[in-house]
């Protein structure tokens, strides 16, 4: 019975990604409000009765997106202790690498479309929300102070995962979450420092 279940538990991970997956794609190609249940059935390779089983409309699929990453964000978040992460920032940029190549074919599509930037605005909001929660309640730092510094680091490492799913990845993502980390707490010269230290190795 418990194989059973799991087998189920798999089928349904599997079919709600590829619902997930198929929707991120759609966005890169068009507008949120111009997708429908058929094509996007179609693109996740089921039929419309399978997807009404697990949504009851495109804006589901959404909440159900924003939710997923919040409590993955969260869990990745769970035992981060700022104090300690600041002698050390790689890492806490570690785990941002972290979520995003948990479902990479996902995150692909969701930061390279053009349109529907309303999506990834709420997303990135509801990051700096929990981001700042759980810096707060460690770092005695006044807010708005907190806010401007999880803007900065949050909207400058969306700008460069953009920027990387759309190149040709050459970079490793490991690579990529250690310049940003670096150039967030020891900025330009950290970075050439670090490079100078690499090249007399």
Known sequence: MENKTKSVDR?????????????????????????????????????RKTFYNYYSGVYQVIEDIENDIIQSYERLLGNVQFKQSMAAPYTLFERFSRLINMDPEFFGYLLTMNGNTALITRIM?????????????????????????????????????????????????DEVAQIISTMSFSGFNGVISADAEGARG
């Open 11 to 47: 089928r349904v991970i599997k079919t709600k990604r590829a619902i997930r997956n198929a929707f991120a794609k759609l966005m890169v190609e068009k507008d949120i409000n111009d997708i429908t249940i058929i094509e996007l059935a179609e693109a996740a390779d089921i039929n």
């Open 125 to 173: 909001r509801l990051l700096k929300d929990k981001t700042r929660e759980v810096m707060v309640a460690q770092v005695d730092i006044e807010e708005y102070k907190a806010d401007i510094m999880i803007d900065f680091i949050l909207s400058g490492m969306l700008s460069v995962y953009q920027h990387w799913f759309a190149s040709d990845k050459a970079v490793p993502p």
